[in-house]
């Protein structure tokens, strides 16, 4: 698997992180092309499940990005998607998935250069834990299902 295979998933609040992504962009800045960026209106309204599916489709790795700590536009969004990003990776160890596929930053709008450097550690972080081990299962059950001889 290259490098380029993995998938690290993004979950940007749209008023600060997702425009510090935005802002990277214009901006030229390089960030690894493994990020996937997934825009929603807080980190609050992060939903557990789908973190998990997130994974159960492949994703390899999952940051999770709002405003700074105090600075959320619903008060205590960012507080408690920490919270349940602590909880998932209670769940992840587990479910025999390493915790340090997720993590959670917080950045303001204007913080271009740590989206940036954000997205290359975290993607660094994932290539050293190796593919998602579900997504390895995944492809297993697939290939086995598909070198089925039928007839
Ligand atoms: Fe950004 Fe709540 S609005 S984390």
Same mark, same amino acid.
């Given at each position: 698997?290259? /490098?380029?295979?993995?998938?690290?998933?993004?979950?940007?609040?749209?008023?600060?992180?997702?425009?510090?992504?935005?802002?990277?962009?214009?901006?030229?800045?390089?960030?690894?092309? /493994?990020?996937? &960026?997934?825009?929603?209106?807080?980190?609050?309204?992060?939903?557990?499940?789908?973190?998990?599916?997130?994974?159960?489709?492949?994703?390899?790795?999952?940051?999770?990005?709002?405003?700074?700590?105090?600075?959320?536009?619903?008060?205590?969004?960012?507080?408690?998607?920490?919270?349940?990003?602590?909880?998932?990776?209670? &769940?992840?160890?587990?479910?025999?998935?390493?915790?340090?596929?997720? /993590?959670?930053?917080?950045?303001?709008?204007?913080?271009?250069?740590?989206?940036?450097?954000?997205?290359?550690?975290?993607?660094?972080?994932?290539?050293?834990?190796?593919?998602?081990?579900?997504?390895?299962?995944?492809?297993?059950?697939?290939?086995?299902?598909?070198?089925?001889?039928?007839?």
């Amino acid at each position: 698997m290259s /490098e380029t295979d993995f998938k690290i998933v993004a979950y940007c609040c749209r008023y600060c992180s997702y425009a510090a992504a935005d802002l990277a962009g214009v901006l030229r800045l390089n960030y690894p092309a /493994e990020t996937r &960026i997934v825009q929603i209106p807080c980190t609050g309204r992060l939903d557990m499940l789908e973190v998990l599916h997130t994974f159960e489709h492949g994703a390899d790795g999952v940051m999770v990005a709002g405003c700074l700590e105090g600075d959320c536009h619903f008060q205590e969004g960012n507080l408690n998607a920490r919270r349940r990003v602590e909880h998932i990776k209670q &769940i992840m160890l587990q479910i025999g998935l390493e915790p340090e596929r997720i /993590e959670m930053f917080n950045l303001s709008s204007a913080m271009a250069r740590q989206f940036a450097d954000a997205a290359t550690s975290m993607t660094q972080q994932v290539i050293d834990l190796g593919p998602n081990p579900l997504r390895v299962a995944d492809r297993d059950h697939v290939d086995q299902q598909t070198d089925k001889t039928v007839g």
